[in-house]
């Protein structure tokens, strides 16, 4: 009889990494979720008031900032703040707590060398071990963290191309009503409460507050 060929070292290597980091995963998402994780709450998200009904509101300062007031209901949701951490590490469920399995930004956002996001988090979310998922799964710059900040300075962030990616005020509102991983917010999977509303309710709010001139809630 012949022995068995040995395994390349690097390839145990790569299998033992691997391992521990799917079991660190599961180990982490697959335990019993706290009452503010389950599956009812996520069946009953808070809606959004339509921009029809700011309408009323004649002065256009005043009407753009009860506008974005309206659209914090989402920016400040567990959804988005999670992926607008003001540290290195993302935050887990409506509780914001830190990311088990620790991991960190990296410096593009998505993940450090031997642990990116994509090793665990893949196209589409994976249930049946609670892990949300996207094509580019990744975190905010720290430039737009959220966590912590008031609606005011959100809002400021927002608007400042020097944090923001460059981007003006109709990109913006292009990127909250359309974009795609932003509308994951929506359908986050098994036990995730969703952002309130819709994202084309979001799209429409924000697109009222730019027309309203985009001023920032005081």
């Given at each position: ?82 992926c607008h951490p003001a540290g290195d590490r993302p935050l887990q469920t409506d509780a914001g707590r830190p990311h088990e399995p620790l991991v960190v930004r990296g410096t593009d956002g998505r993940g ?107």
């Amino acid at each position: 009889m012949h022995a068995p060929p040995l395994v390349p070292a690097a390839r145990v290597a790569m299998f033992a990494v691997t391992g521990v980091a799917f079991l660190a995963v599961n180990s982490a998402v697959g335990t019993p979720r706290s009452p503010v994780e389950t599956p009812a709450l996520a069946a009953s998200a808070e809606s959004l008031r339509p921009v029809a009904v700011f309408a009323s509101i004649a002065n256009p300062r005043a009407r753009a900032e009860s506008l974005f007031v309206e659209m914090g209901k989402v920016l400040q949701h567990p959804r988005c703040v999670n992926c607008h951490p003001a540290g290195d590490r993302p935050l887990q469920t409506d509780a914001g707590r830190p990311h088990e399995p620790l991991v960190v930004r990296g410096t593009d956002g998505r993940g450090a060398p031997g642990m990116r996001c994509e090793t665990c988090h893949h196209a589409e979310n994976f249930d049946a071990a609670h892990v949300p998922g996207h094509p580019q799964w990744h975190l905010a710059p720290i430039e737009m963290a959220w966590q912590g900040k008031t609606l005011t300075q959100i809002c400021e962030q927002i608007k400042d191309p020097a944090r923001n990616g460059r981007k003006n005020i109709a990109q913006i509102v292009r990127h909250l009503g359309e974009d795609s991983l932003v509308g994951w917010g929506w359908a986050p999977g098994v036990g995730r409460t969703p952002a309130p509303g819709t994202q084309k309710e979001l799209g429409a709010l924000a697109k009222a507050w730019a027309d309203a001139g985009a001023h920032c809630p005081p």
